[in-house]
């Protein structure tokens, strides 16, 4: 199936690893010039370098802290600055520790909240009106499957996460006759650094390996295993694409059938 990526702009936010390097990494194979981001500087170097080698669009990088204030801001101008505009946005952001929902103080709910929930409306609200102008755009924010189906000791991020939900459905109605298109992708357990470490805590708070760990997970989830980070990356450049042009407002889950409500 031709995707018709190629030449499209792509602000790819928390990309300098996991899901969001993969999607990153899946764009840059169908064409798109992408804009790599994190707080690592010398992470994001080495993998727009290694990226570059077997790339037919090209990829850029830019230093960001998503804690900053300015932080929006200073992505939107590099994305003008490196690719002249943003077709397409990945909307993607670290993780909150993990806990029980009644662990966290005000200031702590005050800091996650800008950096996981206000910059990715910050951002969006300045990549919009240039993808409304031309009638093209694409906005797809990475969330969880938390949102949906809770889940233990993550409170934080089943909250915080579930807020972006009700704001890309409604942005989706917004923009549709634009020609603009608002989805979140769900990801269950995919295997990154971040499912290692979620592991790892729950290892450590249970008194079990992480092998007894990843055994018990893996028996919730109907697939048996845990997914590859290519195969939520290859759903992510779908939504992405021209192809899925009439797939607006929606939540697609990619967790090998983890989340057991309708």
């Given at each position: 199936?031709?995707?018709?990526?190629?030449?499209?702009?792509?602000?790819?936010?928390?990309?300098?690893?996991?899901?969001?390097?993969?999607?990153?990494?899946?764009?840059?194979?169908?064409?798109?010039?992408?804009?790599?981001?994190?707080?690592d500087?010398?992470?994001?170097?080495?993998?727009?370098?290694?990226?570059?080698?077997?790339?037919?669009?090209?990829?850029?990088?830019?230093?960001?802290?998503?804690?900053?204030?300015?932080?929006?801001?200073?992505?939107?101008?590099?994305?003008q600055?490196?690719l002249?505009?943003?077709?397409i946005?990945?909307?993607?952001?670290?993780?909150?520790?993990?806990?029980?929902?009644?662990?966290?103080?005000?200031?702590?709910?005050?800091?996650?909240?800008?950096?996981?929930?206000?910059?990715?409306?910050?951002?969006?609200?300045?990549?919009?009106?240039?993808?409304?102008?031309?009638?093209?755009?694409?906005?797809?924010?990475?969330?969880?499957?938390?949102?949906?189906?809770p889940?233990?000791?993550?409170?934080?991020?089943?909250?915080?996460?579930?807020?972006?939900?009700?704001?890309?459905?409604?942005?989706?109605?917004?923009?549709?006759?634009?020609?603009?298109?608002?989805?979140?992708?769900?990801?269950?357990?995919?295997?990154?650094?971040?499912?290692?470490?979620?592991?790892?805590?729950?290892?450590?708070?249970?008194?079990?390996?992480?092998?007894?760990?990843?055994a018990?997970?893996?028996?919730?989830?109907?697939?048996?295993?845990?997914?590859?980070?290519?195969?939520?990356?290859?759903?992510?450049?779908?939504?992405?694409?021209?192809?899925?042009?009439?797939?607006?407002?929606?939540?697609?889950?990619?967790?090998?059938?983890?989340?057991?409500?309708?």
């Open positions: 199936m031709e995707l018709d990526l190629a030449g499209k702009n792509v602000l790819a936010m928390a990309s300098s690893q996991g899901l969001g390097a993969a999607i990153a990494q899946t764009l840059v194979e169908e064409g798109c010039n992408v804009l790599l981001t994190g707080r500087g010398e992470k994001l170097e080495t993998l727009a370098s290694r990226m570059g080698w077997a790339a037919t669009g090209s990829v850029h990088y830019v230093a960001c802290d998503l804690s900053e204030p300015n932080a929006s801001q200073t992505l939107f101008q590099a994305a600055d490196k002249g505009q943003v077709d946005l990945i909307n993607n952001t670290g993780g909150p520790p993990a806990g029980p929902v009644t662990g966290p103080d005000a200031d702590s709910w005050r800091a996650q909240f800008d950096a996981m929930v206000l910059r990715i409306i910050e951002i969006t609200n300045l990549c919009l009106p240039g993808m409304r102008k031309r009638g093209w755009g694409r906005v797809l924010t990475l969330a969880s499957s938390g949102i949906v189906q889940i233990p000791n993550l409170g934080m991020s089943n909250t915080l996460r579930s807020a972006l939900a009700g704001w890309s459905k409604t942005l989706s109605n917004e923009v549709a006759a634009d020609g603009v298109t608002v989805n979140m992708l769900l990801p269950g357990r995919i295997h990154t650094d971040r499912v290692d470490q979620l592991d790892a805590g729950a290892a450590s708070r249970t008194n079990s390996t992480i092998d007894e760990v990843r018990k997970s893996r028996a919730t989830i109907p697939a048996g295993r845990y997914g590859k980070v290519e195969e939520f990356a290859a759903v992510a450049t779908f939504l992405v694409s021209e192809r899925a042009s009439y797939v607006t407002g929606s939540q697609i889950r990619c967790d090998g059938g983890s989340i057991k409500s309708v």
